[in-house]
């Protein structure tokens, strides 16, 4: 079976695998207080355009998000996302679990506006009984989002703006950061996402590292004793050389945007084969995971040998399947797949 189910399903670049090989037999400070740390960070934050922003290696995605929200909020105040967001929909309750509200805004393509963002908002500043309410105060972005899609430059400054104006921080979830930064489509840089955010992560589990995420923070005021926060709740590493090395190999020379750029590239032979069969898609994204509409048995055909994620059904006769390329996907495996879409009947 040949895996398109996801982009974590291997393990890590064969690059990152051999410098922790080579540095197998050294010893290192723990907690992240090391030189591959520190020149992990110099490395990450040479794409920013931003000296003074902090960089903090955590072991996961989920901790990343829950980590950098409680640590923005206090216990009355609440987060903006859509309502396809990855802490809304795939985080057990995380955040509720650390006591905070998500104001859930909805969505069909896994984005959210300015003015969706500004009317909310704007509920808690005329409300007259702000003590009986949460205060909307982090704005949660995905890029990409689950469903694929980008924010465009201008949407990411229309947001920025808005959040500037209500006294809002804006937090980017990067788990998928890479596959944005490379589609054909985006207009956005990784400098971009630090000049309009407070805070977002570069994510290394789905971008060819072993593990880990890189959270940046540029906004001073998010990082006082964010390293506390990181240890309070579970995010921090005994081994963080591990996760500092891993992202001195991906960002040194570019490696990380190289592969995750191919991947994107890969994801749009699939989504030609699709076209070429006239097989509609549940959304259009230019990123590596594809949404399309098959019928149940062309589903059932190509789940003969291939894993892949379904997503719903959508009648008697159609679902809603997902195809996800990653920085491990090769050509071969492409072939293989492209040419049995285009036998699909």
């Excluded at 209500?166 to 788990?175: P, T």
């Excluded at 950061?177 to 630090?194: F, P, R």
């Excluded at 500092?244 to 040194?252: A, D, E, M, S």
């Amino acid at each position: 079976m040949i895996r398109f189910n996801n982009d974590y399903n291997r393990g890590a670049h064969p690059a990152v695998l051999e410098a922790l090989a080579q540095t197998n037999s050294e010893s290192y400070g723990g907690y992240g207080i090391d030189p591959w740390c520190e020149k992990a960070a110099e490395e990450i934050r040479k794409y920013l355009d931003c000296p003074e922003a902090a960089v903090h290696f955590l072991v996961g995605g989920t901790q990343a998000n829950f980590t950098v929200i409680s640590a923005a909020l206090r216990p009355y105040q609440s987060v903006i996302s859509a309502d396809t967001g990855h802490i809304h929909v795939h985080e057990t309750g995380a955040v509720e679990h650390c006591g905070h509200k998500i104001h859930a805004l909805p969505s069909r393509d896994g984005k959210i506006t300015a003015a969706q963002i500004a009317a909310e908002a704007e509920k808690y500043c005329t409300s007259g009984v702000q003590e009986h309410i949460t205060q909307p105060k982090l704005v949660y972005l995905s890029f990409t989002t689950e469903y694929g899609t980008l924010y465009s430059r201008q949407e990411l400054e229309e947001i920025s703006d808005v959040c500037r104006k209500y006294g809002m921080y804006l937090f980017i979830d990067g788990a998928r950061l890479g596959y944005g930064l490379g589609s054909c489509m985006a207009d956005v840089t990784l400098k971009d996402i630090a000049r309009v955010s407070d805070a977002f992560y570069c994510g290394g589990t789905k971008c060819g590292a072993l593990f880990g995420e890189a959270v940046v923070l540029t906004n001073p005021e998010l990082q006082d004793h964010f390293r506390s926060h990181i240890k309070q709740n579970g995010g921090m590493l005994a081994k963080g050389w591990l996760l500092g090395l891993q992202f001195y190999v991906l960002f040194k020379d570019g490696l990380y945007f190289e592969i995750t750029k191919k991947a994107d590239e890969f994801a749009m032979q699939i989504k030609k084969a699709f076209e070429e069969k006239e097989i509609p898609f549940y959304i259009e994204s230019f990123t590596n995971q594809q949404f399309v509409v098959l019928e149940n048995s062309q589903m059932e055909k190509l789940a003969q040998k291939y894993v892949f994620e379904f997503e719903e059904r959508l009648d008697d006769n159609h679902s809603c399947v997902r195809f996800c390329t990653s920085w491990s996907t090769t050509q071969e495996e492409i072939d293989a797949l492209t040419a049995d879409i285009r036998g699909l009947k």
